[in-house]
């Protein structure tokens, strides 16, 4: 029969990063140009009694130095058994083909796990309802990495920016593709190139807590206030209040040591070029960082800047907020 087909897209941290461990809220974005989809093709079990599920990953030869098919990935696979209720065994070949470069904190793991569960749930004629894929994607992340707030898990299949707080996140009323709207911030994702532990980033924060218990409280306070007070200039429509948030935060994580000397570069040379903010995104040790301009014109420019400081790559990512909300 036909294969099962499963989607899902990358994301980016606007703000709150590692603060979210600690229960400060976060703002993060989707990324609807990085996408995953993955078949899922049913073919007849064997005679051996067991269950088959073959991973493999489109067009990656010679097969990349982070493996993209994990443990999580595995254990997804049993979970999504028992929560889907599937009946008979289960023997499928999944072909995942993903544009999100890894270990860049873009939320790749999270979004290859929901989009292959999605595809099974397609395969096998159980659709699952939106916490479940949650749950399942959520695992996944847990046994892959150590670690779960939750939020890549949620993002890489939000069709709008959210807040995430406690485990729970609410969409903010902001569109993916800029107008019609005053609120028009154009933001701009690059690679710096060198990928990052986001497991050893939260572990040298724990370490760094543990010692001085006041830095953590004073980390977790400013940055909830900087995600609070920017969540008002987006209602505002005060972009350079937002920008300001951004470098600010980058700040609190550069002077934790989340940060690199490459990514405090493309920062700098983020803000010479006209940006509003700029700051390291993710998990950090390296991977990504995110700028925002003020129109498209000034994002090409804030762009260059970026990549004449060393980014390997740069996405541009047009969020506006509807004029019916106004
Ligand atoms: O997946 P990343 O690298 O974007 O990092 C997630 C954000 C952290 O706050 C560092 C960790 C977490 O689980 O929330």
């Known amino acids: 029969g036909r294969p099962g087909v499963g989607r899902a897209h990358g994301k980016a941290i606007l703000l709150g990063e590692h603060a979210v461990v600690y229960g400060a809220p976060a703002l993060v974005m989707p990324m609807p140009q990085l996408t995953v989809t993955v078949h899922a093709t049913r073919f ?143 933001f701009i994702v690059a690679d710096s190139g060198a990928g990052g532990s986001t497991k050893e980033a939260v572990e040298l924060l724990r370490d760094r807590f543990e010692q001085d218990e006041k830095i953590k409280e004073a980390f977790v306070r400013r940055v909830s206030e900087l995600t609070t007070a920017a969540l008002r200039d987006l209602d505002d429509g005060r972009l350079t209040g937002f920008g300001a948030r951004l470098t600010e935060n980058h700040r609190l994580l550069r002077d934790l040591g989340i940060s690199t000397e490459p990514i405090d570069a493309m920062v700098e040379a983020a803000l010479a070029a006209g940006g509003l903010g700029a700051k390291i995104t993710g998990g950090g040790l390296g991977g990504c960082m995110i700028a925002l301009a003020g129109d498209p014109g000034q994002a090409e420019a804030v762009a260059h800047g970026i990549e004449a400081a060393g980014a390997v790559r740069t996405w541009v990512v047009p969020v506006g907020r509807f004029a019916s909300h106004d």
């Open 44 to 186: 007849a079990c064997p005679g051996d009694g067991a269950d088959k599920i073959s991973f493999a990953i489109a067009g990656q030869h010679p097969a990349p130095v982070t493996p993209l098919v994990t443990d999580g990935l595995r254990y997804l696979v049993e979970k999504f058994r028992e929560r889907a209720a599937v009946a008979g065994r289960m023997c499928a070949d999944v072909l995942i083909d993903s544009g999100i470069p890894q270990g860049r904190g873009l939320g790749s793991s999270a979004a290859c796990a929901r989009a292959a569960v999605l595809a099974l749930a397609d395969a096998f004629g159980r659709p699952l309802d939106a916490a479940a894929v949650y749950d399942l994607v959520q695992a996944s992340e847990t046994v892959a990495h150590g670690r779960a707030s939750g939020i890549d898990a949620l993002a890489t299949g939000a069709t709008a920016p959210l807040l995430f707080r406690g485990g729970s996140a609410r969409e903010l009323p902001i569109t993916m593709s800029g107008g019609p709207s005053r609120f028009d911030g154009v």
